[in-house]
């Protein structure tokens, strides 16, 4: 949903670099095998200054979703700037093509912390969830806009869409299949524009 991979520092302060950070790294390494001297490193801030930020590696997690949120309310904002409701929705399935190699190296970002942290009894999973349906809701206005009275269904089979085919893309490692995918979901936007 979001890119995590970049190997940019993350732009900001220190509590939003280690935020951003935080998310990358997850992505890339898992909540449970990423250690805060990893999230340090990947921020470039001292060990020691985490502790000045987050005291606990849950306190990185919610950072981290936070940088998703962050992440997709900046993709909306870009999208947004587009004429159309089709346009829109095509430019975002052209993101996630345009993603494919995270995607098969690591999954999708949002999806796989998702997955992680549905194994814990914290309740972060359900913020993330928050953001997630964001994304759903925003898809849901530009199949509203298109004139769509199942935009709510059309919202969440193309949603579904893309995570499954993260899925596949990472269990086959191969990034052509978002390629495809997201061609068949651009036909898919057209043939359903009046």
Known sequence: MTNSASAERPKGGKR???????????????????????????????????????????????????????????????????????????????????????AARFGCPSGTLATELDKRADGLDRELADIMRRLVDWAEGQFEAMGRTDARELAVALIAAYQGISLLTNTFRDPELMVTEGDRLARWIDSLAP
Do not use: C, M, S
């Open 16 to 102: 939003e670099r280690l935020g951003a950070a935080a998310a990358r790294v997850f992505h890339e390494q898992g909540v449970e095998k990423t250690t805060i001297a990893d999230i340090a490193h990947a921020a470039d801030v001292p060990v020691g200054n985490v502790y000045y930020y987050f005291k606990t590696k849950d306190q990185l997690v919610r950072a981290a979703i936070g940088a998703h949120g962050q992440a997709l309310d900046d993709l909306i904002a870009l999208l947004d700037q587009l004429p159309a409701p089709r346009d829109r929705l095509k430019a975002l399935i052209g993101g996630w093509v345009d993603e494919r190699e995270t």
